[in-house]
């Protein structure tokens, strides 16, 4: 029987996910075990609840696997057709309550409030119930859709209790956590909105007790990149270096993917770039519909984790002019953190939500729904950029980036963690 010293548990929505929450946790899943972490498991969905919920997932067939010592459970649900929603819920709560029951010293982080952070404080309070003492500390790290789809449409619609709810088990982790510090001023606000309505007092303990941990990046992915793979990467889609724009993100309206091809309509650089819109998600076909004739449009929506920096790497510009819209804000922006430590063109993106904390000042800004303002910066950055300007923006926008290393994020998330011996 092998001895476990320390147990890391991620309760998350994991790879196939596309979502720069499951490379999250993938990323502080991999440095964990070198922090002395020598059981790490990530608690999470069946492929099958993943695929009815009509969540954007990666190809299945080509999943980057986790070291040795990661465990990905995918726990089956607990109960009939006659408990329906509950019964997924009940399989985490129940996998993650046996966890908890060996008397093994568990740090357990929940990323995405709803419903992670109430399948830990569930089996937390099962455990402690059933007359055990179990030698656990609990992080609850609050990610865009927390804030963004749950707590304002709480505030929207006057759903008074399960704002109440939400954020007592949110404050009842040991460890509060917002993944940027965009999240955490709307965490607050949002506080103050329920306590004004409530007369709770949620927001003054949100100020204290809040802090910001970034979402982690594996830079190795993205460093370095061979310049014959990129070119093999570009050959086998039919692209060329410096021959397309990129969008590269989860298709949706939020992402200003409608904007960017009506931009793209408009630009004067088209019969030099190409425009590859790489990625899934709600708006594919009505953004497919919206470029329907336009052979210089391409889509792409079977990118895995290996090619998706190589991609990065040969475009001319990066383009996520990202806009506000109700049920979703950008709260950071993975992908352009990545795109910047895999180098290529620039950055063109919108100071929306959290952005900012990701891009500093190395990216080319446009104000979010100027389409016009938009086509002008990306013919900017392919007609009239010189090598000297791409190159010096280049080289500033990955040393910012670094700020992102996942070693380096996990350090400051958990720094009583100490490297492995083994």
């Given at each position: 029987?092998?001895?476990?010293?320390?147990?890391?548990?991620?309760?998350?929505?994991?790879?196939?996910?596309?979502?720069?929450?499951?490379?999250?946790?993938?990323?502080?899943?991999?440095?964990?075990?070198?922090?002395?972490?020598?059981?790490?498991?990530?608690?999470?969905?069946?492929?099958?609840?993943?695929?009815?919920?009509?969540?954007?997932?990666?190809?299945?067939?080509?999943?980057?696997?986790?070291?040795?010592?990661?465990?990905?459970?995918?726990?089956?649900?607990?109960?009939?057709?006659?408990?329906?929603?509950?019964?997924?819920?009940?399989?985490?709560?129940?996998?993650?309550?046996?966890?908890?029951?060996?008397?093994?010293?568990?740090?357990?982080?929940?990323?995405?409030?709803?419903?992670?952070?109430?399948?830990?404080?569930?089996?937390?309070?099962?455990?402690?119930?059933?007359?055990?003492?179990?030698?656990?500390?609990?992080?609850?790290?609050?990610?865009?859709?927390?804030?963004?789809?749950?707590?304002?449409?709480?505030?929207?619609?006057?759903?008074?209790?399960?704002?109440?709810?939400?954020?007592?088990?949110?404050?009842?982790?040991?460890?509060?956590?917002?993944?940027?510090?965009?999240?955490?001023?709307?965490?607050?606000?949002?506080?103050?909105?329920?306590?004004?309505?409530?007369?709770?007092?949620?927001?003054?303990?949100?100020?204290?007790?809040?802090?910001?941990?970034?979402?982690?990046?594996?830079?190795?992915?993205?460093?370095?990149?061979?310049?014959?793979?990129?070119?093999?990467?570009?050959?086998?889609?039919?692209?060329?270096?410096?021959?397309?724009?990129?969008?590269?993100?989860?298709?949706?309206?939020?992402?200003?993917?409608?904007?960017?091809?009506?931009?793209?309509r408009r630009m004067r650089s088209r019969s030099v770039v190409r425009l590859v819109v790489a990625g899934t998600g709600p708006a594919l076909e009505e953004v497919r519909a919206l470029a329907a004739g336009d052979d210089r449009v391409v889509f792409l929506t079977d990118v895995d984790d290996t090619e998706k920096?190589?991609?990065?790497?040969?475009?001319?510009?990066?383009?996520?002019?990202?806009?506000?819209?109700?049920?979703?804000?950008?709260?950071?922006?993975?992908?352009?953190?990545?795109?910047?430590?895999?180098?290529?063109?620039?950055?063109?993106?919108?100071?929306?939500?959290?952005?900012?904390?990701?891009?500093?000042?190395?990216?080319?800004?446009?104000?979010?729904?100027?389409?016009?303002?938009?086509?002008?910066?990306?013919?900017?950055?392919?007609?009239?950029?010189?090598?000297?300007?791409?190159?010096?923006?280049?080289?500033?926008?990955?040393?910012?980036?670094?700020?992102?290393?996942?070693?380096?994020?996990?350090?400051?998330?958990?720094?009583?963690?100490?490297?492995?011996?083994?």
């Amino acid at each position: 029987m092998t001895y476990i010293n320390r147990r890391l548990v991620i309760v998350v929505r994991a790879d196939p996910v596309i979502c720069g929450h499951s490379g999250e946790a993938r990323n502080l899943a991999e440095v964990a075990l070198r922090r002395g972490f020598d059981d790490v498991r990530l608690l999470t969905w069946p492929i099958a609840a993943l695929q009815a919920a009509g969540l954007p997932l990666k190809p299945l067939d080509r999943l980057l696997p986790y070291s040795p010592g990661i465990t990905v459970e995918r726990p089956e649900p607990v109960g009939d057709y006659r408990v329906p929603d509950g019964r997924h819920l009940a399989g985490l709560t129940g996998r993650l309550t046996e966890l908890l029951l060996e008397p093994v010293p568990t740090t357990c982080l929940s990323m995405y409030l709803v419903p992670h952070a109430t399948v830990v404080a569930d089996a937390v309070a099962a455990v402690r119930a059933a007359g055990f003492n179990p030698d656990v500390r609990t992080v609850a790290k609050a990610v865009g859709s927390d804030v963004t789809n749950v707590i304002r449409s709480c505030l929207r619609d006057g759903r008074m209790g399960a704002a109440i709810a939400l954020f007592t088990t949110f404050l009842g982790n040991d460890e509060l956590v917002a993944v940027s510090q965009y999240t955490r001023d709307e965490i607050v606000a949002a506080a103050e909105q329920v306590d004004a309505r409530c007369g709770t007092r949620f927001a003054e303990q949100c100020r204290l007790r809040v802090t910001i941990g970034y979402p982690p990046i594996d830079a190795s992915a993205y460093l370095g990149l061979d310049p014959a793979a990129v070119d093999r990467a570009l050959a086998r889609r039919g692209l060329e270096r410096d021959g397309y724009i990129l969008f590269l993100s989860r298709v949706a309206r939020a992402k200003g993917i409608h904007d960017l091809v009506e931009a793209y309509r408009r630009m004067r650089s088209r019969s030099v770039v190409r425009l590859v819109v790489a990625g899934t998600g709600p708006a594919l076909e009505e953004v497919r519909a919206l470029a329907a004739g336009d052979d210089r449009v391409v889509f792409l929506t079977d990118v895995d984790d290996t090619e998706k920096p190589l991609l990065m790497r040969g475009c001319a510009a990066y383009a996520l002019p990202t806009r506000p819209e109700p049920d979703f804000v950008e709260t950071f922006g993975i992908a352009l953190a990545e795109k910047m430590l895999a180098g290529g063109g620039p950055v063109v993106t919108t100071l929306t939500g959290g952005t900012g904390e990701a891009v500093g000042d190395t990216a080319v800004i446009v104000e979010p729904f100027d389409v016009d303002g938009l086509a002008a910066a990306l013919d900017r950055v392919v007609l009239e950029m010189s090598p000297a300007e791409r190159s010096a923006r280049e080289a500033r926008a990955r040393d910012y980036a670094m700020a992102f290393e996942r070693t380096a994020v996990f350090d400051r998330l958990f720094p009583d963690a100490v490297p492995s011996v083994r």
